[in-house]
């Protein structure tokens, strides 16, 4: 970007930063992987690196995988249901707030945005706790998934009404005429158009669902209905520690976001980028 | 319904004459109640999930509530237990400790922003951003816990690191041991006289110097209108006078008195934001009367204003207005920088913590190392979403204003302050509102790191863990609510003074 001729003093420092940076964002990544095929003692003797890989203890993951497997079902189950029931809210609501005027229309939409800067603290996890105990799904995985298809909601349509206010109206209205109905529209008109823009949105919602330790940690009791996270964290906390299994458990947790990023990584790295300039 | 209904997109074909003709009114209707069902999943689930809760939090407070056993109206009790309970305003000690800590957190990731955005070649800046997307795939739990096991004191990279390479042998001749302090306690130890003896008659304490020099930059960095300055005067008087009287009654006991003292030291924060104008020093003003509050010496932030105040003016009437602005300037920078050299050096290690000299200290087992690791957690602290957020910014400035800037000769450095930094304001703001509500309601991950009491010495106790650890451990409901009540007013206020407040100055 820079308009001088680029010299190869000037760049130096910034590559420096930029590796430096990079180090570190990529330094757990390694040490989870090095760790995970180290035996205790392997471990006390080399932290730092790779051993001989005759040396490998490839049971670790085996043993890891037998630990967590229940969990990452659990985890998939939740997150893909959530970002399924969520999605399909956040492309209804959008697509009605974008596209018509009508009374009650302000009110709904700022409703929606005003949430958004009513931060939830550690008390609403209180009473959220109790109303999803009133409602019987305490040790459920229902009450988490419930709770997380609507939560999250609120960027997703600020987002996507944005996107879709931009569309040309006379797509829409072509396929009025040819008599199609509201639901036939979203699926000709919006979806085709925003595939970026959605698959961010759903990207980030997985996260968030994936992710989510705080909610699964008090609603849920019985070990096998636990999510990925509450699991590392028993698994963390009542494990005499055997160093290389809980990294390769880490390791497998994280593989489904891995899958999932390979698939969409180009649409991500675009919808971001569009994404943020709009907001 | 039906008659604004009308403006909805038409959709009915055939239209009539009249606008009210029974038909057309029925189309309406039908036309707009499919839109509300349509939006009906994402109101119903936003009213349950999101607003009742929220809500029943502003009921619960007034209740005393254990579930399943006692469920009582005792109106404001839980509030005034709130503002009595030392813990809870202990937290917000904490929490300014850390706001001041991601304030200086913030830079690395704008700086990686720039070295990418000014990276010469295109292809590496394309693959350096999509590596910066690729450690996102690292749950945030695993990377939570991936750090944790660096701390442990055994096993952890941290220790092997230092005790490779002598760091660890360092950090123990600077902290020496019990019977033989070390060069830091010692240093706390000779400094003590100064701190006790002239900074406190001064400032009333070296927080009070950090605070007076803030204040006095703020002064410098503002226009002058003698109507203003006479109203802030006596804005400043009115308020310290009764700020005092309250506090002197909240010592004694007097709840009321507390919670009237809390309603002035809003109007007194919303005052300066007010008359200081949008600038980045008022941040530090905020966050070190924040700890002020908590050192008790609230009544005297007013009295160091007015000192301010009376400075400033002395010294424009003395010289030109342009010369008092620098001089002005550098005083307050003179006196934060004096203030910041104090605490590090007089306040925080003071004594030895015994930790260092076997080589295992135990990070976040020791109520004096408990914070530091807190604080170096993430190093170098770059969020890559941030990167990301930050370079799409920089990405829309022309490449004109590069080249006015290089006919002007203007430098690398002073490129970061005078074209980038300001184009980036946006984003720098949205994050800096996001940072600031974070840090005041996270208690995740001081729950995972260190148990629900805040580990050793409750050293990591933030209000939303403390809260947790009242609803979840002690089964007290309400007066978790109450709390949430007292933090959700604090983010509400933050958040309306900054949208107001930190304007982006274009």
Known sequence: MSTSRPTKLGEAPKYAIILFVLFFAFYPLFVMFCISFKSNEQFQANPWFFDAPSQWHWENWGVAWNIVKNYIANSIVTAVISVALGMIMVILTSYVLARYRFKGRNIIYYGIIASMFLPGTAATLVTLFWLIRSMGMVNSLWGIIIVSSAGGQIAGIFILKQFIEDIPKELFESAQIDGASHLRQITTVVLPLSGSILATVAIMKFLGVWNNVMLPLVVLRDDEKLTIPVGLLRLEGEYVKQWGEMMAGYAIASIPLVIMFLFTMRWFVKGLAAGAIKG | ?506
């Not at chain 2, 604004?4 to 959709?11: C, E, F, L, Y």
């Not at chain 2, 709840?255 to 949008?278: C, D």
Request: net charge positive.
């Open chain 2, 1 to 506: 319904m039906t008659q604004t209904a009308i403006k909805t997109t038409p959709t009915a074909p055939g239209s009539s004459n009249s606008k009210f003709t029974l038909p057309r009114i029925l189309a309406r209707v039908k036309t707009v109640s499919l839109l509300y069902l349509l939006m009906f999943p994402t109101i119903v689930s936003m009213l349950v999930f999101s607003y009742y809760p929220k809500l029943d939090v502003v009921i619960k407070a007034f209740y005393r509530w254990e579930p399943g056993q006692i469920e009582e109206f005792i109106g404001l009790k839980n509030f005034q237990d709130a503002l009595a309970d030392p813990l809870f305003w202990n937290s917000f000690q904490l929490v300014v400790i850390l706001l001041v800590a991601n304030l200086i957190k913030m830079w690395p990731g704008i700086i990686t922003a720039i070295a990418l955005h000014r990276l010469a070649s295109d292809r590496w800046r394309y693959i350096f951003q999509v590596a910066f997307v690729i450690p996102m795939v690292i749950p945030g739990l695993v990377w939570l816990l991936i750090w944790k096991s660096f701390y442990e004191p055994d096993f952890g990279i941290l220790n092997r690191f230092l005790t490779l390479t002598g760091g660890m042998d360092l950090l123990s001749w600077l902290d020496g041991t019990k019977e033989l302090p070390g060069v830091m306690p010692n240093i706390a130890t000779s400094l003590a006289p100064i701190i006790n003896g002239p900074v406190t008659t001064l400032f009333s304490s070296v927080w009070g110097m950090l605070t007076f020099g803030a204040v006095v930059m703020t002064c410098a960095a503002r226009s002058v209108e003698p109507i203003a300055n006479l109203r802030r005067a006596v804005l400043t008087v009115g308020l310290a006078v009764c700020t005092y009287l309250l506090v002197k009654t909240n010592v004694q006991g007097n709840s009321m008195g507390a919670i009237l003292a809390f309603v002035g030291v809003v109007l007194f924060v919303i005052s300066i934001a007010r008359s200081s104008g949008p600038s980045w020093l008022l941040w530090c003003l905020w966050m070190l009367a924040g700890i002020w509050t908590c050192q008790e010496r609230l009544y005297m932030l007013p009295v160091l204003v007015l000192v301010a105040e009376v400075l400033n003016f002395a010294v424009r009437k003395m010289t030109n207005t342009i010369a008092a602005k620098d001089i002005v300037k550098w005083v307050g920078l003179a006196s934060v920088i004096i203030g910041c050299l104090f605490v590090a050096f007089g306040k925080i290690w003071v004594t030895s913590t015994g930790q260092f000299e076997f080589g295992s200290p135990a990070w976040l087992g020791n109520k004096d190392l408990v914070l530091p690791a807190i604080i170096f957690w993430g190093f170098p602290w770059v969020g890559t979403v941030g990167v990301l957020i930050y370079l799409s910014g920089l990405q829309q400035i022309s490449t004109d204003v590069y080249e006015a800037a290089e006919l002007d000769g203007v430098g690398p450095i002073r490129r970061v302050f005078s074209i980038e930094l300001p184009l980036i304001m946006t984003q720098v703001r949205i994050n800096l509102i996001f940072m600031t509500i974070g840090t005041l309601t996270a208690y995740e991950f001081f729950l995972i790191l260190l148990g629900a009491a805040g580990g050793p010495g409750n050293k990591g106790m933030v209000p939303g863990l403390y809260m947790y650890q009242q609803a979840f451990l002690q089964g007290k409901f309400g007066y978790a609510c109450a709390l949430g009540m007292v933090l959700f007013m604090l983010v509400l206020l933050l958040t309306v003074i900054y949208q107001r407040y930190v304007k982006v100055e274009k």
